[in-house]
């Protein structure tokens, strides 16, 4: 995988206008205002690529971009309080209609704050991409906002709420700092190349 080469595709507003998957796609999901935008940026080096915004909940769209190997997939951040029930259905809608598709899912990067526990969505996302036997990763976001020990300690709170067993994998990054983001790349190239 190139990281310098990367383009936007589209975004897309209902399930039905989404592209045939031909190519293998590493999907990221979380809450609004996880830092899904920032990591996406990090990973391409590449600031204005996916936008990151101050006020949370408004990708409401599923975002595509075309990278060398893969497709790069930002599904709408989920969670956010303050939006209609029906935006919020609607967003639910636009990620179980993504995962129920026939699609080439390589890799999902499940996104979590590390300064907090995993919210009821995020246990609910990631109990389903074990259910259906999808391929994931847990990256916990912001690591830069904690100690090293406060780190370790938070990974291993989350591994033990989410039932995770030693190989289930959990990556703690910063994309401010930039830690983890070579152990995510890596993780990538693994699941393309399954
Ligand atoms: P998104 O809604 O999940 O796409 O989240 P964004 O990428 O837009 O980020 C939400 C907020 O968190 C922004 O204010 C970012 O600057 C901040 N943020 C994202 N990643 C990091 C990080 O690694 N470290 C720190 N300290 N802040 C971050």
């Given at each position: 995988m190139n990281y310098n080469e990367v383009s936007f595709k589209a975004a897309y507003g209902t399930i039905n206008q989404l592209p045939k998957s031909v190519r293998p796609e590493i999907s990221f999901a979380g809450r609004?205002?996880?830092?899904k935008s920032s990591l996406l940026n990090k990973l391409f080096n590449r600031k204005g690529l996916a936008k990151v915004s101050s006020?949370?909940?408004?990708?409401a769209t599923i975002n595509f971009f075309t990278a060398s190997s893969a497709d790069f997939v930002d599904l709408p951040g989920y969670g956010y309080a303050k939006v209609s029930k029906t935006e919020r259905q609607r967003w639910s809608g636009l990620i179980e209609g993504y995962f129920h598709q026939d699609r080439r899912f390589a890799l999902v990067v499940s996104l979590i704050d590390i300064r907090h526990a995993a919210s009821e969505l995020d246990v609910q996302m990631i109990d389903f991409l074990m259910e259906e036997g999808l391929p994931f990763v847990v990256v916990l976001t912001?690591?830069?906002?904690?100690?090293k020990s406060q780190v370790n300690r938070q990974v291993a709170a989350i591994r033990k709420q989410l039932g995770f067993e030693p190989e289930d994998p959990i990556i703690a990054v910063s994309s401010e700092k930039g830690t983890g983001i070579d152990v995510l790349k890596r993780t990538i190239e693994y699941a393309i190349q399954e």
């Open positions: 609004s205002n996880v830092g006020t949370p909940g408004k990708t912001k690591a830069d906002k904690l100690s």
